[in-house]
C-alpha cells in the first residue's frame, strides 16, 4: 500500500536503468549527463552492486599474446583490433575522468606465462605487434630476457611483456562511479530485484523480498544491465553465465620477486600480488560445462588446479596458505564483443561484458545511453 506522495514522486522516471555494475553506473552517468533534467533512476537487487563488477580480479587489461592469438579462431583480424582498441582506449578514458588515485590504478605492466607448448607463440609475436601499431605506435609485446629472475617453475619457457597493460581496486572504480553518479543527481535504490520488462511499454515491476513489497515502476526509457542474470528478465538475449573463481593467500612470509599482472593459459589464469598477498584466479577452461552457472559456489576441480599452480609454478616449493576464495558471474556469448541494442520500443540493453568488463564497462554504458537518447 503505498501514499499518494509516493505514489506521485517515487514511481514515475525518464529512465531506469536495471543494475548497478560498471555497465549500469556508467549508462546513469552518461544519460544524466546529457539530460541534466532528466530523472535518473537505477535499480539494484543487492545492497551493494553484487555482480561480477565487485568481484573481479581488477585487472586493466586488454589481452594478452596468446590469447589475441586464439580470438582469431573466432573472430576476424578486423574484429580482434577493433576489441583491443575498444578495450585499450576504454581504460584510458577511466583514469582520464576519475583520476589513477581514485581507482588505485598502476601501470604495472602485463606478463603472461609460456610453457612448452605454447611457445611457437612467440613466433608470431612480431605478426601481432604489426597489426597493433595503428592503435599504440609502439610495439606492445616483447620477450623479457631473464625469465629466472621471476622464480617461476622451469615448467615456464618464456615470459611476455605487455607494456600496456596495469591493475586497479574494482571496489575503488565501482564507488568513484557510484559517487559521480550521486552528485549528478542519480538516485539509486538497492535491495529491490527486478523481476519484469515491459520493453515496449516501460514498466519495470520490482520486488523487496524482506518486505513483501511489489513495486511498479514506470519509465520513459529503460536500460538492461544485468550481464550474466539477464535472461530472467530478457529471455532471448544470446549469452551465457561463465563463473570465476578468485582466490587471495594469507600474507607471504617471503619476498615476492615480481610485480605486474600476470596471465597463463591464454589469460584463462591470471595472478597479481596484493597487500604482500597472491591474488589467483580463473581456470574456468578446466570445467567448462560445471562454470555456465549463476550460482556462487566453488568448483573444487577448479580449486584444486589454482591451488597446484600456485605451489608448483608460482612459487614452487613454497607453501601457500589461502585466506579467501569468492566467485562472480560473468557473461559470455558466440563473440567476444559485448551486446548492445535496442530490445524494445522503450528498453535497451548493454550485457554480455565478458572477461574484460573494467576495460569496457564505461564505454558500453556510453553507446547504451546514446541509443536510448535517440528519438527524445
Ligand atoms: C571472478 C571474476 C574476475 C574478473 N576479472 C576481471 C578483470 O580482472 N578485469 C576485467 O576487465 N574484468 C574482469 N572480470 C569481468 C568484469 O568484472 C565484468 O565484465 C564487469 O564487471 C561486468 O559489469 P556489468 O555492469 O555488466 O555487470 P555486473 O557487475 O554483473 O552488474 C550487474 C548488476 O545487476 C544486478 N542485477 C542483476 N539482476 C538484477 C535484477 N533482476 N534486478 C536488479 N538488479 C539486478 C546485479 O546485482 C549486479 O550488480 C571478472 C569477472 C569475474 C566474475
Not at 591493475?167 to 559517487?179: H, S, T, V
Request: hydrophobic fraction near 40%.
Amino acid at each position: 500500500m503505498f501514499s499518494y506522495w509516493e505514489n506521485k514522486h517515487f514511481f514515475n522516471y525518464d529512465l531506469i536503468v536495471i543494475g548497478a555494475g560498471f555497465v549500469g553506473l556508467s549508462t546513469a552517468i552518461h544519460y544524466k549527463s546529457r539530460n541534466p533534467k532528466a530523472r535518473v533512476l537505477v535499480l539494484e537487487r543487492g545492497v551493494f552492486p553484487t555482480g561480477a563488477s565487485t568481484k573481479n580480479a581488477g585487472f586493466a587489461c586488454f589481452g594478452s599474446l596468446t590469447e589475441i592469438l586464439d580470438d582469431f579462431w573466432s573472430m576476424s583480424p578486423d574484429e580482434v583490433v577493433d576489441l583491443v582498441e575498444r578495450r585499450y582506449k576504454g581504460l584510458q578514458k577511466i583514469r582520464k575522468k576519475f583520476g589513477d588515485k581514485a581507482l588505485s590504478y598502476q601501470g604495472t605492466k602485463g606478463f603472461e606465462l609460456i610453457e612448452g607448448e605454447q611457445l611457437s607463440a612467440l613466433d608470431q609475436m612480431e605478426s601481432i605487434n604489426k597489426l597493433l601499431r595503428n592503435i599504440f605506435k609502439k610495439e606492445v609485446f616483447s620477450l623479457e630476457s631473464e625469465t629466472a629472475a621471476f622464480g617461476f617453475s622451469d615448467r615456464i619457457k618464456a615470459v611476455v611483456r605487455n607494456r600496456y597493460e596495469g591493475e586497479l581496486d574494482p571496489g575503488k572504480y565501482l564507488n568513484a562511479l557510484w559517487q559521480l553518479a550521486g552528485k549528478l543527481g542519480v538516485k539509486i535504490l538497492t535491495g529491490l530485484e527486478v523481476m519484469e520488462v515491459g520493453k515496449d511499454d516501460g514498466t519495470v515491476l520490482a520486488e523487496d523480498s524482506r518486505l513483501n513489497l511489489v513495486f511498479n515502476f514506470s519509465g520513459k526509457k529503460v536500460a538492461i544491465c544485468t550481464n550474466a542474470f539477464t535472461k530472467k528478465i530478457w529471455p532471448e538475449s544470446d549469452l551465457q553465465p561463465g563463473r570465476g573463481l578468485v582466490m587471495v593467500s594469507t600474507p607471504l612470509n617471503f619476498e615476492i620477486p615480481w610485480e605486474g599482472t600476470f596471465h597463463m593459459d591464454k589469460g584463462y589464469v591470471y595472478f597479481r600480488k596484493i597487500d604482500g598477498r597472491l591474488l589467483l584466479g580463473g581456470a574456468r577452461n578446466k570445467d567448462f560445462e560445471g562454470e555456465k552457472s549463476l550460482k556462487n559456489e566453488v568448483n573444487p576441480k577448479i580449486k584444486f588446479h589454482l591451488e597446484k599452480l600456485a605451489q608448483e609454478v608460482i612459487f614452487p616449493g613454497k607453501r601457500i596458505t589461502w585466506e579467501m576464495e569468492w566467485t562472480g558471474i560473468m557473461a559470455f556469448g558466440p563473440k567476444k564483443s559485448p551486446l548492445i541494442q535496442k530490445v524494445g520500443e522503450k528498453a535497451a540493453a548493454a550485457v554480455r561484458l565478458g572477461g574484460m568488463g573494467v576495460a569496457l564497462g564505461w564505454q558500453a554504458g556510453k553507446e547504451l545511453s546514446k541509443i536510448l537518447d535517440k528519438g527524445n
